[in-house]
């Protein structure tokens, strides 16, 4: 049965950054609605091919939204509960779905409960809501006790997801998310530091209402996107191949991981895993390569392999964004939509016909893969649906490229979609096409 999420074109907002928040949270300060700055955006979103929003961390937290204070409110510093409701009544009404960032491993520092432990040592009551918690020594800030923080960072406090309190905690806000804003699913934080019986747990909770898609950098993807647990996870390894195919000139890479994943005995064959070029917490696509001119042969991929594509704010337009000094901060930038200032300008619209096209090729959302041809600089491959056969040939060289392939199925001719006009016969079940440089073609076969 088809999910939403089979046709759904991503876009990735960090609110903190993206509304132009204060770096640390006062505590006290009245609620600012800064997430009406993405109202202004919805046209551009729309216009875009978007048909959903991922919001990064929205709920009360001391400084970047993963060390959270209150599951239950809305940091001040981006609005109020009131604010969120009508952002998400906002996109709802022009047809885009919401997920929200889960945090669910770790809180900051200044979460109530681990606050009332800090002022009460063994005789709080919430002693047993933080993992490995134990008296006797110190903690880096101080404390009398020492906890787990995650990977090392102790502002970051791992929760104790063994004790019901702690979990009947996260899933009633999950409820209370579910209820007050209506959102559509949840992307889920450091999700392979996470207890699976948790996952299993919410899973069984959300049931039908609420898509679960996990943050996962290494490992069998199956461990956490199953049928008991979450529907998807972060396509770390494409995202890799993506960039790093480009930079080596060595499309062999990227081929590799699709058919690992996707060819015909490939391990995800059934899973509708998140692709992305960039995000948060890596380096921004533009930055990454060499060129930026291979920004439109990587998002032609990102558009038509499978998978859920999505783009990060402002990566669009190709903006730049590095981590400097152990800092997030150039990777999370307060945007106003940029216009005739972009840094490619014509990326964005290259993007638009991208999603179109994919849009209306189900094969391109759904169907099979199967490779074709690899080259350095060249690539080709073959998506397949219903009897609805597409090509794709992406080309990273500065000059037309020649791609001779075999026709997975029949035809007597291949139909550009993402170049009008242009189409190439077929000879014996064989075709050369030219691919033009730095960029693709998509063949619907007739």
Same mark, same amino acid.
């Given at each position: ?239 890799? #191949?993506?960039?790093?195919? %480009? =930079? @080596?000139?060595?499309? /062999?890479?990227? *081929?590799?991981? $699709?058919?690992? &994943? ?105 169907? #099979?893969?199967?490779?074709? %041809? =690899? @080259?350095?600089?060249? /690539?080709?491959? *073959?998506?397949? $649906?219903?009897? &609805? ?58």
């Amino acid at each position: 049965m088809e999910h939403w999420t089979d046709t759904a074109i991503f876009y990735h907002i960090y609110p903190l950054g993206f509304c132009g928040a204060p770096p640390r949270n006062d505590f006290h300060s009245p609620a600012a609605h800064r997430l009406e700055h993405i109202l202004g955006w919805l046209d551009h979103l729309q216009d875009l091919g978007i048909t959903a929003i991922y919001l990064g961390p929205v709920f009360e937290s001391t400084e970047h939204g993963y060390d959270t204070v209150d599951y239950y409110h809305v940091d001040r510093r981006l609005g109020d509960n009131d604010t969120l409701k009508r952002l998400v009544e906002a996109i709802h009404a022009r047809g885009m779905r919401v997920i929200l960032d889960g945090v669910f491993n770790h809180v900051g520092r200044d979460f109530w409960a681990f606050y009332d432990l800090r002022q009460n040592g063994e005789r709080s009551a919430y002693r047993d809501w933080f993992h490995d918690l134990h008296f006797g020594e110190q903690s880096p800030y101080g404390d009398p006790f020492g906890y787990t923080g995650w990977e090392g960072h102790y502002s970051l406090v791992k929760l104790n997801l063994g004790n019901p309190a702690v979990r009947k905690h996260l899933l009633d806000a999950v409820a209370f998310w579910l209820d007050e804003f209506e959102i559509d699913g949840l992307r889920l934080d450091a999700a392979d530091q996470v207890d699976p019986a948790f996952w299993r747990e919410l899973s069984a909770f959300c049931g039908d209402r609420c898509w679960l898609m996990g943050e996962i950098i290494h490992g069998d993807y199956r461990k956490w996107a199953n049928p008991e647990m979450l529907h998807s996870v972060t396509n770390y390894e494409c995202y890799k #191949g993506l960039w790093s195919s %480009h =930079v @080596d000139r060595n499309y /062999f890479e990227i *081929a590799y991981s $699709l058919d690992r &994943q996707f060819g015909s005995t490939g391990m995800y064959r059934d899973l509708r895993l998140y692709n992305f070029a960039d995000n948060h917490d890596v380096d921004r696509a533009a930055s990454t390569l060499d060129n930026p001119a291979h920004l439109f042969p990587l998002y032609a991929l990102l558009f038509t392999i499978p998978g859920v594509p999505s783009i990060y704010y402002g990566s669009e337009w190709g903006i730049d964004g590095k981590k400097s000094n152990g800092s997030d901060a150039p990777l999370r930038p307060y945007l106003h939509l940029p216009g005739e200032i972009a840094p490619h300008p014509e990326l964005a619209d290259s993007i638009r016909r991208l999603i179109e096209v994919r849009r209306r090729l189900p094969a391109l959302q759904s169907g #099979g893969y199967e490779q074709l %041809h =690899v @080259d350095h600089e060249q /690539f080709a491959f *073959a998506r397949q $649906l219903n009897g &609805q056969s597409v090509i794709v040939a992406v080309n990273a060289a500065d000059h037309p490229a020649p791609v001779e392939i075999a026709l997975p199925r029949e035809g007597s001719r291949l139909v550009d979609e993402l170049n009008p006009g242009d189409a190439f016969g077929v000879d014996g079940g064989r075709v050369q096409i030219e691919v033009p440089p730095r960029w693709a073609r998509v063949l619907r076969v007739e």
